[in-house]
Structures are given as structure tokens and as C-alpha cells.
């Protein structure tokens, strides 16, 4: 049984910076691993996504403030997140999946139980 759980949220104030990790059990071998975020009343949205080949892609909105890596040795994910904005504040998700299109939650079979961001201005 594949297992992820998240931490590193906290509450930062604009310009600030947070890396978020996911701790990942279970055999994931063949799996993308990706960042989601939600914020409240709001859908749960693809933010990036790094591939076994280790290629990477991530959302408009925070291409180059973050980053997305993994440590295979310490079975990790992380989130880098610089240059956080308010609009950044929401919970913050780790998935594993197998779809097509890194940013669909239906890809991902996956789910850590989430970490929160807050950011203040």
C-alpha cells in the first residue's frame, strides 16, 4: 500500500519561502509525483509534477518561484516555494499517479493528507 504524507506548511509573510516534503511508502516506481494545492471553495489544482525520467512541469502561476525534486534515496518529494504571495495560501497536496496529464486530479490514485500554506501580506 502506497503511503505519502506531507509536511513543511507553516504561515509566512509575502516574500517569504517554505519547502514542503512528502515522505513517500510503498512502491512508487512507476508513478508521477505531484503538487496539488486547494484553497477554500475552490477546486483542487495541479501546481507541478516530476516524472520518473525526472523531466518536470509545473502551473502558470508558480512557474519559476518553485520547484519540485525528489531524493530517491530518502523516498522524498519536495516542494521548493520562493517569492510566496498571498494568492499561494491554500493546502497543499502531494499525489502519485500513473495518468496522462500531470495536472488532472483523476490521474493520481494516490493522496497525502494535505499540508497548509498561509501567506500573508
Known amino acids: 500500500q502506497v503511503q505519502l504524507v506531507e509536511s513543511g506548511g507553516g504561515s509566512v509573510q509575502t516574500g517569504g519561502s517554505l519547502k514542503l516534503s512528502c515522505v513517500v511508502s510503498g512502491y512508487t516506481g512507476s508513478y508521477c509525483m505531484g503538487w496539488f494545492r486547494q484553497a477554500p471553495g475552490e477546486e483542487r489544482v495541479g501546481i507541478a509534477a516530476?516524472?520518473?525520467?525526472?523531466?518536470?512541469s509545473y502551473s502558470g502561476p508558480v512557474k519559476g518561484r518553485f520547484t519540485i525534486s525528489t531524493d530517491d534515496a530518502k523516498n522524498t518529494v519536495y516542494l521548493q516555494m520562493n517569492s510566496l504571495k498571498p494568492e499561494d495560501t491554500a493546502k497543499y497536496y502531494c499525489?502519485?499517479?500513473?495518468?496522462?496529464?500531470?495536472?488532472?486530479?483523476?490521474?493520481?490514485?494516490?493522496w497525502g493528507q494535505g499540508t497548509q500554506v498561509t501567506v500573508s501580506s
Open positions: 516530476i516524472e520518473r525520467d525526472g523531466s518536470t
Open positions: 499525489a502519485a499517479g500513473v495518468g496522462d496529464s500531470w495536472w488532472d486530479v483523476r490521474g493520481y490514485k494516490y
